[in-house]
């Protein structure tokens, strides 16, 4: 039995966490839950956003499921993502995109994966007026963030059979900052002989990602270039529904979806949950379950590969349970041909 935290958020995110914990219960994986919350609507209560028991727990057990958490823009309180990526020191941010069968994309064959640091960079938060003539942001990297998060684009290819680790910077312009990413990153390639390495300066990136994303495999970046490109690369794949992602750090791991907690259609229980059950895929993954893991992806894939149960974002009519309920018969049926 492994203890797992799931937050539910806000929006869509209590449905989608909802269907997500039935799919991960139906691949037997046996899970002990221990429900937190986190968002505004805790702050009348906790004077905050991210109660303390919400980043205790995940520290206790090490593992969270979380759903998207609503962040106000230009005013309020700081993304409450942000924080927790920050004080659980989350140094790694992993989101695959990957082509899939009956989501009608420009593209073929795409199989990527971003890697994104994830407590340094623009998002450190050091930024303040400059009277009421200009605004300054500090771009913050340090050599201790860039040698662990380029060792873990390695790491990370090397277990999941990766061939290349393409290098994403700005260091023709940003020559200290990006260029001690790239220094460092050029350094550590070379005690991974069996993986090739090269770079690519980010602006370069976009328009090859927009040519030819099949020739792309792993990517490591600083965390802005790793917010907009990992983006970019969940639209070549067929949009925020599917895109997955983990936040990963030394003690812990928050498994989460790219997309936010889309407001407009909140409570209406037609969100698109298969980006959150590939991201628990991920933590199954994460805490050895490989087979669990298996059939869950699988599960998820040929749910969107049979095309009679999608949601709107795919250009179905189908519900957030009833997609669920369709990825739990792929399971049975898989079990049925094993
Ligand atoms: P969003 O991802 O919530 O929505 C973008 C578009 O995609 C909208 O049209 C939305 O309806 C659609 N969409 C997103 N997820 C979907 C799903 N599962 N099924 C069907 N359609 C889906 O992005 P946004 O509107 O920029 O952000 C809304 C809020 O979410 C903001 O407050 C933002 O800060 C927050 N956010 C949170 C996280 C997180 O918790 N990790 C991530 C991104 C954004």
Request: hydrophobic share 45%; glycine share 8%.
């Amino acid at each position: 039995m492994k203890d797992v935290v799931l937050i539910p958020g806000d929006g869509i995110g209590p449905e989608i966490v909802s269907a997500t914990k039935r799919a991960v219960e139906a691949t037997g994986a046996e899970i002990c839950w221990h429900v937190r919350e986190a968002g505004a609507a805790q702050i009348d209560q906790y004077g905050t956003p991210l109660p303390p028991d919400t980043v205790a727990a995940i520290r206790q057990y090490g593992v969270a499921l979380k759903g998207p958490i609503t962040t106000p823009v230009g005013k309020g309180f700081r993304s409450v993502n942000v924080v927790m990526r920050k004080d659980l020191d989350l140094y790694a941010n992993v989101r695959p995109a990957k082509s899939r069968k009956n989501v009608p994309t420009r593209f073929e064959n795409v199989d990527l994966v971003v890697i994104r640091e994830n407590t340094e960079g623009l998002y450190a938060g050091i930024e303040h007026m400059i009277g009421d003539v200009a605004a300054e942001s500090i771009k913050l990297l340090t050599r201790k963030g860039c040698q662990r998060i380029c060792r873990f684009a390695f790491e990370y290819a090397r277990q999941n059979n990766r061939k290349r680790v393409t290098c994403v910077h700005k260091a023709n312009i940003m020559k200290c900052t990006d260029g001690m990413f790239l220094a460092i990153f050029r350094e550590i390639a070379q005690e991974y002989p069996d993986i090739t390495s090269d770079d690519m300066i980010v602006d370069a990136m976009c328009m090859r990602l927009v040519q030819v994303p099949e020739t792309f495999d792993v990517m490591v970046m600083p965390n802005l270039y790793g917010d907009i490109l990992s983006d970019l690369c969940a639209g070549l794949v067929g949009g925020p529904g599917l895109a997955s992602s983990g936040n990963i750090g030394l003690d812990s791991a928050i498994f989460e979806a790219v997309h936010g907690s889309a407001p407009q259609i909140a409570g209406q229980g037609i969100a698109n949950p298969a980006a959150l059950m590939l991201s628990a895929g991920m933590m199954l993954r994460h805490l050895g379950m490989q087979a669990q893991a298996l059939l869950l992806e699988n599960a998820v894939q040929a749910a969107i590969s049979d095309g009679t149960c999608l949601t709107a974002d795919l250009g179905g009519s189908a519900s957030t349970d009833q997609f669920a309920d369709k990825v739990i018969a792929c399971m049975d049926r898989q079990r049925e041909l094993t």
